[in-house]
């Protein structure tokens, strides 16, 4: 029985440890932590966020794909996907332009990655969803589809 007691209070006393040095912010996982545009998910400009991640102006193209429900009954949770036939891709995002902050989401994708992208957003209201696919030579690629929301998602 003492050993069960020992055992019991070394691991207690271990994670506690643990969690203090977490808290302290002595245990972080520097490594691990991506680089982000901290200025484009804060900025309530669209051209100004997709100046910030990509450089330059989408032009609307058949390359892209944007699949989102013609309704949806909850703004805070609207399934949407991107995808693209490009090859090479870098970078995919979405652009939400009627929200508070319309840079919604980007990923950088990894050589030979199949840019498709596949989440959940918020709607504010109805509005257009765009995805942007930067290809390899650096042209963005846009297309958008329309989103009806009916509860909104973004406190509305």
Not at 79 to 105: Q, Y
Not at 132 to 147: F, N, P, T
Request: charged share 20%; hydrophobic share 40%.
């Amino acid at each position: 029985m003492n050993m069960k007691r020992r055992v019991f209070l070394r691991g207690s006393l271990t994670a506690s440890a643990i969690g203090v040095a977490v808290g302290a912010g002595l245990l972080t996982p520097q490594t691990v932590l991506a680089a982000w545009p901290k200025d484009a998910f804060h900025t309530k400009n669209m051209k100004e966020a997709m100046k910030i991640i990509d450089g330059t102006d989408a032009v609307a193209s058949g390359h892209v794909t944007v699949h989102a429900p013609d309704i949806a009954e909850n703004g805070a949770v609207v399934p949407v996907t991107i995808s693209s036939e490009l090859k090479g891709a870098k970078t995919v995002s979405i652009f939400t332009p009627d929200n508070p902050f319309p840079l919604n989401s980007s990923y950088e994708l990894s050589n030979g990655a199949m840019p498709y992208v596949s989440t959940r957003i918020k709607l504010a209201k109805t509005m257009k969803v765009m995805g942007v696919v930067r290809s390899a030579d650096g042209k963005l690629y846009s297309a958008s589809k329309e989103v009806k929301v009916t509860i909104g998602g973004c406190g509305g």
